[in-house]
């Protein structure tokens, strides 16, 4: 049962994959990306794209800010914006928007305050859905590596828990925050229970540990 459950979710992070390539929103780069991990640095592409994510939302804020200003007529800044987002966007993978900030660019040498709003609000829609895109897969990815905490270390059981209870404890606190479902307690409460079955998950994934691992 086990290995069928990590079975579909590998089945589903890569038909995630497989969409995002055929809609063009990542390219081959992404690819090269993820063969630079290895088992010393497991969450070296989600470690590089939370990097690219702060440094482009700050990119993005520069550039509405720019845009906003009525005296606005620096487009020369706002070049030099635009080159660091698609630098960054290229060497991640993030084909779309890297073709968004090339056309925005384009308005930005033509001086063109209306064609580089137009191209703000469609940069801003592509970076949003990419983002989204990327969180579902880096939430899939990190539960890939449960059967291994039964041949190898303790440390893979830990990065498994902490996902698992990251994701189901941040999924509760939303549903409740938004209305959505009934809450029966508070969050003090949400999380106690979460520290308990983390703990219990823990104990069982300890005991279902191979005898030969060298690190026990």
């Known amino acids: 049962m086990l290995g069928w459950g990590v079975d579909r979710l590998r089945a589903d992070m890569n038909r995630l994959l497989a969409m995002l390539f055929h809609q063009g929103v990542l390219d081959e780069q992404f690819l090269q990306l993820q063969q630079l991990e ?14 690219y994510f ?17 005296e606005f007529s620096d487009y020369k800044k706002m070049g030099t914006h635009l080159n660091q987002l698609m630098g960054s966007s290229s060497s991640i993978g993030a084909k779309r928007v890297r073709n968004v900030c090339v056309a925005f660019r384009a308005s930005s040498e033509q001086n063109s305050r209306p064609g580089c709003l137009r191209a703000l609000e469609l940069l801003e829609h592509e970076y949003c859905y990419l983002k989204n895109k990327l969180h579902e897969l880096f939430q899939v990815r990190p539960l890939l590596t449960f059967p291994n905490t039964f041949q190898n270390s303790d440390l893979f059981a830990s990065r498994f828990v902490i996902s698992l209870v990251y994701i189901v404890t941040s999924d509760v ?5 938004d209305g959505s479902t009934e809450s029966t307690g508070s969050w003090s409460d949400v999380s106690t229970a979460a520290a308990a079955l ?15 691992d060298p690190l026990r």
């Open 173 to 177: 606190k939303l549903r409740c925050a």
């Open 38 to 51: 290895d088992e010393s640095s497991p969450n070296f592409v989600s470690e590089v794209v939370n990097i």
């Open 54 to 70: 702060h440094e482009s939302e700050k990119l993005l804020r520069n550039l509405r800010g720019l845009l906003m200003d009525r």
């Open 198 to 212: 983390k703990a219990k998950i823990m104990t069982f994934a300890k005991n279902q540990a191979s005898p030969t």
